[in-house]
């Protein structure tokens, strides 16, 4: 399990994530709700899970021997549709209907609308016991696949989650990683101010799991730390990725208040109008390097 | 008299028929589907032996799952075992699950689909001496609520274990309600059991009133409809054991001839049997129904005895009821 990475393949990957980043803002205007700065945080790893990490096949999405993607925060789901769709699980023009009647793209995830989702979420913190029962019956099965499991910070608060982890703790499951969006807000304003969670390393490491920190809008740097969680065997490992939300469009850059809201339904303070938040955003979408030529 | 075909206990009206707890039953019953079925898996939240959990978990610790005193997380985990095509049962007490774990329960299992089966154990006030804390008397109306998850109540000790393999039968989430005290065995091995349909257990000629009863309260309906024949009250009782589906045509043909019905349950009479039968009742035949169970109130501490006597669910609170339906009808 080496990830290798070379330095044409993390460009790629950059693009792809500007990319996403792009067809989730046209996504949200079009559906008129959603949550805009999660999503734009989590592009990073996400395109580098369906395009490196994940072991799996877009046109196979029952495959029995496919690595897992267990989403415990869906209400970010609108970058999940967009890395399925660049993947070729769907039609990218199915994007547009986010949140519509007859959608398979429901408000939140919901298993059974659209294969390759794994499990159904939306009120938070289920998705880690979820994403343990499928690591549970990979052992009872003898198969390979690997679990990836991701998770919101403001999401830790909700108390049966370390139900899960003490659980995860005490049977040493390495054949799970869980990944936390650590972006520091949450709806009602920043995590620190709302309900502290730091020390949070301490936290996962007291729950007896092997915990990583690392930048989560560097690709480079979070393929790096997954190729050092998969290498922990004797306790299960969580990577605290520190991410920027709303990352790529400066006016909603580490702003809470991009949570829950999608361009164009409010006037934000310090935010374009809100006809032309969408438009404004999509022209200021820049790669990790730079601004991109438009 | 006792229907003659349904093969029951012929000692259930004696003062020493045999008791046993019905969640023995779920015990026995994990066990033969855990043999029959490598798919089966148990997980426990730190009530393995109070729930029998442990005679599966003895025989087969593979597959068993020990989470500690965590229900979310056990339903939850439950869920995803389940997606990956594992048939796990989940036990505990009803109040903490379904309790504490319904939204659990209803994302990841009853709108995720996922083939779980939930056993709530310690249900209703004959729970006894713990309390109205460790007291489920309103899981039924919580779960009925749901979309998607059948419900079982079984009446005695034999019929839990047929329950709980008849869970196995399809794929469907399944609630299935367990109680802590011996009670009467009414049953008998070669009584048939099918999941969705209800079995009328007292028949005679002329009924007056038909008693719908589930779980081990059938046994005090049962004694009240002797008790009312000898004053000439002709009762029908009928055992339903499966909640969710209803039965709903065999509920409207036993009430074709008497067109009065009594519920009978361990549960708030809100939301549980009384509330499925009313709701059936309203839409295709109204008529009159009286509801015996706990009315509207937490119960308390007490022997199971004392306390269907104080909270009017026993065999006179039975008989009550029947000659008030009978007075209302028109």
């Keep these: 399990m080496d990830f290798d990475l070379t330095d044409q393949k993390i460009i790629e990957l950059e693009e792809k994530a500007v990319k996403a980043r792009e067809l989730v803002i046209e996504t949200l205007v079009e559906a008129g709700s959603g949550h805009s700065a999660g999503p734009l945080g989590m592009a990073d790893i996400f395109t580098a899970l369906y395009f490196h990490i994940l072991n799996h096949d877009p046109k196979n999405p029952e495959w029995s021997d496919r690595d897992r993607l267990i989403l415990s925060n869906g209400h970010i789901c609108p970058i999940r549709y967009v890395s399925m769709a660049q993947a070729g699980y769907f039609p990218i023009e199915e994007l547009k209907t986010l949140r519509k009647l007859n959608s398979r793209l429901q408000g939140h995830p919901h298993r059974t609308a659209l294969p390759g989702l794994e499990t159904t979420s939306g009120p938070l913190g289920e998705g880690i016991s979820q994403g343990i029962g499928v690591a549970l019956a990979a052992g009872l099965d003898k198969k390979k696949y690997h679990t990836y499991i991701i998770a919101g910070d403001g999401e830790l608060e909700e108390g049966n989650i370390w139900e899960s982890i003490m659980f995860g703790g005490k049977n040493k499951m390495d054949n799970i990683t869980l990944i936390i969006d650590r972006n520091n807000i949450q709806i009602d304003g920043f995590t620190e101010i709302v309900m502290p969670l730091e020390p949070l390393k301490n936290k996962f490491e007291a729950f007896n799991w092997e915990a990583f920190e690392v930048d989560g809008n560097n690709i ?75 | 008299m006792l ?20 969640r023995a039953g779920y015990g026995k019953g994990l066990l033969e589907l855990g043999g029959k079925n490598p798919n089966v898996v148990v997980l426990s939240a730190d009530l393995t032996e109070s729930t029998h959990s442990h005679l599966f978990a003895e025989k087969y610790p593979d597959r068993f799952f020990e989470v500690g005193i965590g229900e979310q997380n056990m339903a939850a985990i439950a869920a995803g075992l389940a997606v990956t095509g594992k048939i796990p049962f989940i036990a505990s007490y009803a109040t903490f699950s379904p309790g504490k774990n319904w939204e659990t329960i209803r994302t990841t299992i009853a709108y995720n689909q996922a083939n779980v089966k939930i056993a709530g154990h310690h249900a209703g006030v004959m729970t006894g001496p713990d309390g109205a804390t460790h007291q489920a008397t309103e899981d039924v109306a919580i779960i009925r ?22 869970s196995c039968q399809t794929d469907s989430p399944v609630y299935l309600r367990y109680t802590r005290d011996k009670t009467p065995i009414m049953t008998t091995e070669q009584t048939p059991f099918e999941k969705g349909k209800n079995q009328t257990f007292w028949i005679c000629t002329e009924p007056i009133c038909t008693i719908f009863a589930t779980g081990y309260l059938l046994h005090e309906a049962l004694l009240a409809a002797r008790e009312l024949e000898n004053e000439q009250i002709n009762t029908l009782v009928v055992n339903v054991s499966t909640i969710k589906p209803l039965d709903e045509d065999g509920i409207l043909n036993s009430l074709s001839a008497t067109r009065a019905a009594v519920t009978v349950e361990d549960h708030q009479v809100v939301g549980g049997l009384a509330g499925a039968i009313s709701e059936l009742l309203a839409l295709r035949d109204p008529l009159p129904v009286e509801f015996v169970g706990l009315q509207k109130t937490f119960a308390e501490s007490g022997t199971p005895k004392e306390l269907i006597k104080k909270y009017k669910m026993d065999k006179d609170a039975i008989k009550t009821a029947v000659k008030k339906v009978i007075a209302r009808k028109t």
Excluded at chain 1, 252 to 273: L, T
């Design chain 1, 220 to 294: 480079r740097a979070f393929v790096d730390t997954i190729r050092e969680a998969r290498a922990v065997h004797e306790k299960p490992t969580v990577i605290i990725a520190h991410t920027i939300p709303g990352k790529g469009v400066d006016f909603m850059e580490n702003d809470f208040r991009w949570h829950g809201n999608p361009p164009d339904i409010a006037d934000v303070p310090g935010a374009p109008p809100k006809g032309q938040q969408g438009k404004v955003a999509l022209d200021e979408l820049r790669t990790l390097q730079g601004k991109i030529e438009k």
């Design chain 2, 3 to 22: 229907n003659p075909n349904l093969h029951l206990n012929p000692k259930i009206f004696d003062s020493d028929v045999e008791t046993a707890p019905t």
């Design chain 2, 145 to 166: 609520a749901l979309p998607g998850i059948e419900i079982m109540v079984a009446c005695d000790s034999i019929e839990a274990k047929k329950a709980t393999i008849a």
